[in-house]
Structures are given as C-alpha cells and as structure tokens.
C-alpha cells in the first residue's frame, strides 16, 4: 500500500496481491457473483446484485464518481435541492446524503475497485504487486472520489463498484451515468431522511431520465432499457412508460 495526496485528500492505493488479500472477500460478501446467471452484472442485467435480500436499495442517474451538477436537480426553487447542494462549490452532489449519512457512522473510509475482474492465472506472479486490478480508498466526499476512480491502480472506467470494510452498503455503478446502492436497513433509511425521503430519490431519478438520459447514447455493451428497468425493480419503483422504448 501507498499514500498518495491529491487536492487536500489522502488515498491509498493497494495492489492487486493486497486487494485480494484485504478487500475481495467483502466485496464478494457484498454482491452477487458476476457469473451468477441472475446478476444485474451482465450484458443483459438480471434481477439480483446484493447478496442480502433484506437491504434496503435505491438507484440514481448519475456518475458516482464525478456525480455534481450545476443546475437545481428538482428544477428552480424546489426546496428539496438543499439536501443535495454543497454550499463550498455551490453545485449539487447525488451521493451526498449517502456520504453525510457514512460519516455520522464512523464510516471515514470509502474502497474503490475497478469492475473488470483479473484473469484466474498470472505468468507473472510478481504483477500482481503492480496490477490494475487494485484498489484505492477515499474518503466520503463527492471531491475525493472523483480523484480516486482514475488513480492507479484502481482506473474505475465504466463500470465499477464502492464500499467499505464493514460491508453494511455497497454502490455499483458506471461512468456513464447510473448508480446502485444497497445497505443495512438502518443506514438507508438514514440515507433517505438526508435527502428528503425515499419519494425524493424516486423522483430525482425519474426527473434526470426525462432530462438528461432519455436522448443520450450509451455505449454499445449497456443495454439501456434493461438497466432503467432493472434499477426501477432493485428499487422497489415503478418504471416510467418511456423507459420500455429501446
């Protein structure tokens, strides 16, 4: 492990031997396997990604990564927009109840791992000291992040996942602009009553489909109409009659 600092934050970064080591067994307790032929994890998404069905899951339209906005996301004068502005920069960060809710837990510390999962077998044993398929820790801050998923040895391009140590939540998500977060009942609950309640993330979502996603394209390997709709059924929501069109 090595400490790297970067625009007022400390990382550390993990090779591949220690990521093994220190963090895959959580991530594996986490979700459900990519192999599993019901995994969310697919070219054509299927119904499960936590491995504890008891958690409590909502989605979001946004790069987990790099996710502030510059506009109200609720629209002008909507006072709901206030749980999601950071004052310093004045713009909009979606995981930000996620974040404020980790640290009143304690929770200072935020694993990044890339989602492309290394071959079974090396050549070189000694690669896995210096690999991509690393991981490198943040803290919970919308600004940290964004510097951690392009660091090595982790490089989050596209998909890729976020958690910590105690396993009680974990975000799949992409670059390209959605998210998935699970956890312990008693953290999301908290996650929803910083945001404004579980209506507000549902309608957040909705809004940024009508918005911002319903013209874009995404690139060829996400099929976007079972992702929309794969992230309506984790969430308990009911997908909009637009989500349906290819």
């Known amino acids: 492990m090595d400490v790297m600092y970067r625009s007022g934050h400390y990382h550390r970064r993990y090779s591949q031997r220690e990521t093994d080591r220190l963090f895959r067994p959580t991530l594996h307790g986490i979700f459900v396997p990519e192999d599993d032929p019901n995994s969310f994890v697919k070219r054509d998404p299927g119904p499960d990604l936590f491995q504890n069905r008891d958690w409590k899951i909502f989605a979001g339209l946004a790069d987990p990564w790099g996710g502030c906005v510059t506009n109200p996301p609720l629209g002008e004068n909507d006072p709901r927009n206030d749980h999601f502005l950071n004052p310093e920069s004045m713009e909009w960060e979606m995981l930000r109840p996620l974040f404020h809710a980790l640290v009143e837990q304690e929770i200072d510390e935020i694993i990044h791992m890339g989602g492309q999962l290394p071959e079974p077998e090396t050549d070189n044993p000694d690669s896995l000291d210096d690999s991509f398929f690393g991981a490198v820790t943040s803290p919970p801050l919308q600004d940290a992040t964004f510097f951690a998923y392009s660091q090595h040895p982790a490089f989050v391009i596209g998909e ?55 013209n874009e394209l995404w690139r060829s390997m996400l099929p976007k109409t079972s992702i929309m709709l794969g992230m309506c059924k984790l969430s308990g929501w009911d997908p909009l009659p637009e989500m349906y069109d290819p």
């Open 160 to 214: 890729a996942y976020m958690f910590s140590r105690n396993g009680r939540w974990g975000i799949y998500g992409s670059t390209d602009g959605f998210f998935v977060c699970g956890g312990e009942p008693g953290l999301i609950d908290r996650v929803f009553q910083l945001a404004g309640g579980e209506d507000c993330l549902k309608e957040l979502f909705y809004r940024r489909f009508r918005t911002s996603n319903s």
